[in-house]
C-alpha cells in the first residue's frame, strides 16, 4: 500500500532558497524533490522545464468535471496556473521565491474525458526584482488543438 504524503515530505523553505528557482524545478522534474501534491489530485505532472518554461502535462478525467458535463474550469486555471507561475519560477536567483499574485484564464473550448492529454506550457516574459510576469496556454497532445490561454503576474521575494 503507497504511503500517504505529508507536508515533510515537500522541500523546506531552507532547501528551496539555496538553490536557483530552475535548479528546483528541475529537481522537481527529475523526482529528486517532491512535486507539488495538487498535481497527484487534479492528474497532471511536470513535463518539461527551461529557462523561463516550464510545461505540464496533464490528462482530463470525469473526476475534474462540473455539473454539466465538462472539465471544470478550475481545472484550466490550476493548470494555467501551475505552468505560468513554474516560468517564472525558472528564472528565480538563490534565495528568491514567489507567490502568485493575479491571474486570468480564457477557456476557448472545452475538454472532456476522452480529449486525450494536453500540454500546459508557460513562458515567462518578465522577471524582475518585484514581480514576475508569464503567459499560458493549454493545447492537445495530439491534436494541438488550443483549449485555453491565460496571462499572470507573480510576486517575488526574498525566502
Request: hydrophobic share 45%; with cysteine.
Amino acid at each position: 500500500m503507497k504511503r500517504a504524503r505529508t507536508t515533510a515530505d515537500l522541500a523546506t523553505l531552507e532547501q528551496i532558497a539555496s538553490m536557483t528557482g530552475r535548479a528546483f524545478m528541475e529537481g522537481v522534474l527529475a523526482g529528486d524533490l517532491t512535486a507539488a501534491p495538487i498535481g497527484e489530485t487534479l492528474g497532471f505532472v511536470l513535463h518539461e522545464v527551461g529557462e523561463g518554461r516550464a510545461v505540464f502535462r496533464g490528462i482530463p478525467s470525469l473526476s475534474v468535471y462540473n455539473p454539466v458535463g465538462t472539465v471544470h474550469g478550475g481545472w484550466f486555471g490550476t493548470l494555467l496556473d501551475s505552468c505560468m507561475a513554474c516560468a517564472v519560477q525558472t528564472a528565480l536567483p538563490k534565495g528568491a521565491g514567489y507567490t502568485t499574485l493575479e491571474f486570468k484564464v480564457n477557456i476557448i473550448r472545452p475538454l472532456f474525458e476522452g480529449s486525450g492529454p494536453v500540454l500546459a506550457i508557460g513562458d515567462a516574459t518578465h522577471v524582475g526584482r518585484r514581480t514576475g510576469v508569464a503567459e499560458g496556454k493549454i493545447i492537445g497532445e495530439a491534436d494541438g488543438k488550443l483549449y485555453a490561454t491565460g496571462s499572470t503576474t507573480c510576486l517575488i521575494m526574498a525566502i
